[in-house]
């Protein structure tokens, strides 16, 4: 079985950063898409980047330009550079991976989740 763990979060101020980071407990072999995603108290859990095998990328609207999604295939880590913060951008974050588990069957990881609170 496999385990995403995120770390990074915590409390920072607005306009302030934070990088947030993802790791498998073990190797993973043919991980497609990878992405960040988040759920703030009351609302459904919402696409923040996602970001494929090849390096494409896609970023929610109200992200863009402020944060920035990375990959390392060979570690099998994902990161979020989040910058310039918004107390709107408080919310648990959790990490996904997309990972092939045949020819046409996939299987969704996520992590636990950590928080970001970003005051104002």
């Known amino acids: 079985q496999v385990q995403l763990v995120e770390s990074g979060g915590g409390l920072v101020q607005a306009g302030g950063s934070l990088r947030l980071s993802c790791t498998a407990s073990r190797r993973i072999y043919m991980i497609n898409t990878m992405g960040w995603y988040r759920q703030a108290p009351g609302k459904q859990r919402e696409l923040v980047a996602t970001?494929?095998?090849?390096?494409?990328?896609n970023y929610a609207d109200s992200v863009n330009g402020r944060f920035t999604i990375s990959r390392d295939n060979g570690k099998n880590t994902v990161d979020l550079q989040m910058n310039s913060l918004k107390p709107e951008d408080t919310a648990v974050y959790y990490c996904n991976y997309n990972v092939q588990t045949g020819r046409w069957d996939r299987i969704d990881y996520w992590g636990q989740g950590t928080q970001v609170t970003v005051s104002s």
């Open positions: 970001i494929t095998r090849g390096g494409n990328t």
